[in-house]
């Protein structure tokens, strides 16, 4: 899902950081500032006065009104019309505290064009709203599971509901490790390769256990036991142990599985839950393996060479 985001939410959310001042053109307050369908919302929504590949969102600072004052009468007025007629325009912002013309504010009224004024510079007011839009406008979902901290990296915990997902977050919070979300997380892609886990505010720093019922996590654990967000690394799959398993296991672990979230593949492992084995021991260990992988060094593939090793050495004798 792609989130939406209208002129009137840039206004509420961005006014008091850069300083807005709505001065017209108020009727344009639902204009969305990205298409639903974007594949990635926020790249190139907002930049400087562009009448050729228009932005959502177009920055008006000392150039731009220069330019435009310098055109005669007729071109400057055909010029207005097409920068407020344009529908891919979703807001106009003069910077700079730039006096606000009366033809602006006419321009603005008339095609429902929101018209901003800020103080900050042009190019400040651009990084910023960059910024903000790449993260209020970026793929999100919400997917069922746990979501924890383990040894510094982003471990998603899933599984059918009553396998002890939430039994597993609280042991690995007696082990130290960091509680981000239980039961519902939010990923949002900040990039094309980059999830970063949250959970929805509402239900932030609780844990549901079944027989306990709802737990405050900062409250039993301490402050350093909770965090709001974090960036994926690794998936970790829960699945009960049936007889049927047992033959199809891969020992080995020779083919590195993934999990796709919102078109990203994650890393993810298998674990079969069964009496005696300690998932949350089985977590870190999936945990540091996989940090081991990151630093390029793989046991499987060390293993086999030593074996191979062994086996050459042996025939040569």
């Given at each position: 899902m792609i989130p939406t985001v209208t002129a009137n939410d840039l206004f509420d959310t961005q006014r008091a950081p850069l300083e807005l001042t709505w001065v017209a053109g108020k009727a344009g307050k639902s204009r969305l500032l990205e298409a639903a369908k974007a594949e990635f919302p926020g790249m190139a929504l907002?930049?400087?006065?562009?009448?050729?590949?228009?932005?959502?969102?177009?920055?008006?600072?000392?150039?731009?009104?220069?330019y435009l004052q310098n055109l005669s009468e007729q071109e400057r007025e055909k010029t207005m019309h097409s920068l407020f007629s344009n529908d891919q325009v979703a807001a106009l912002i003069l910077a700079n505290n730039k006096r606000v013309r009366a033809d602006f504010e006419e321009h603005a009224d008339r095609f429902a064009v929101p018209l901003f004024s800020t103080p900050l510079a042009?190019?400040?007011?651009?990084?910023?709203?960059?910024?903000?839009?790449?993260r209020a406008l970026a793929p999100c979902a919400t997917l069922h599971g746990v979501y924890m901290e383990v040894l510094g990296m982003g471990v998603f915990i899933t599984g059918e509901s009553g396998i002890g997902k939430s039994e597993l977050a609280l042991e690995l919070l007696s082990r130290n490790h960091r509680l981000i979300a239980d039961d519902a997380v939010e990923f949002v892609?900040?990039?094309?390769?980059?999830?970063?886990?949250?959970?929805?505010?509402?239900l932030s720093e609780y844990l549901e256990v079944r027989g306990l019922g709802i737990l405050d996590i900062r409250a039993t654990f301490g402050e350093t036991a909770?965090?709001?967000?974090?960036?994926?690394?690794?998936?970790v799959q829960l699945?009960?142990?049936?007889?049927?398993?047992?033959?199809?296991?891969?020992?080995l672990r020779a083919e590195h599985q993934t999990y796709s979230i919102l078109g990203v593949d994650v890393p993810e492992v298998l674990l079969f839950v069964a009496p005696g084995r300690n998932l949350a021991i089985l977590v870190e260990a999936a945990t540091r393996a996989?940090?081991?992988?990151?630093?390029?060094?793989?046991?499987?593939?060390?293993?086999?060479?030593?074996?191979?090793?062994i086996i050459s050495k042996s025939s040569s004798t």
């Amino acid at each position: 899902m792609i989130p939406t985001v209208t002129a009137n939410d840039l206004f509420d959310t961005q006014r008091a950081p850069l300083e807005l001042t709505w001065v017209a053109g108020k009727a344009g307050k639902s204009r969305l500032l990205e298409a639903a369908k974007a594949e990635f919302p926020g790249m190139a929504l907002v930049g400087h006065m562009n009448l050729v590949h228009p932005n959502r969102i177009q920055v008006v600072a000392g150039n731009e009104l220069q330019y435009l004052q310098n055109l005669s009468e007729q071109e400057r007025e055909k010029t207005m019309h097409s920068l407020f007629s344009n529908d891919q325009v979703a807001a106009l912002i003069l910077a700079n505290n730039k006096r606000v013309r009366a033809d602006f504010e006419e321009h603005a009224d008339r095609f429902a064009v929101p018209l901003f004024s800020t103080p900050l510079a042009g190019p400040v007011v651009i990084e910023h709203l960059q910024y903000y839009l790449t993260r209020a406008l970026a793929p999100c979902a919400t997917l069922h599971g746990v979501y924890m901290e383990v040894l510094g990296m982003g471990v998603f915990i899933t599984g059918e509901s009553g396998i002890g997902k939430s039994e597993l977050a609280l042991e690995l919070l007696s082990r130290n490790h960091r509680l981000i979300a239980d039961d519902a997380v939010e990923f949002v892609r900040v990039a094309p390769q980059v999830l970063v886990g949250q959970c929805p505010e509402a239900l932030s720093e609780y844990l549901e256990v079944r027989g306990l019922g709802i737990l405050d996590i900062r409250a039993t654990f301490g402050e350093t036991a909770v965090r709001h967000k974090k960036k994926l690394h690794l998936v970790v799959q829960l699945e009960r142990l049936r007889e049927q398993h047992l033959n199809k296991i891969d020992r080995l672990r020779a083919e590195h599985q993934t999990y796709s979230i919102l078109g990203v593949d994650v890393p993810e492992v298998l674990l079969f839950v069964a009496p005696g084995r300690n998932l949350a021991i089985l977590v870190e260990a999936a945990t540091r393996a996989y940090i081991l992988r990151v630093r390029g060094i793989d046991p499987l593939n060390e293993f086999i060479r030593k074996q191979q090793a062994i086996i050459s050495k042996s025939s040569s004798t």
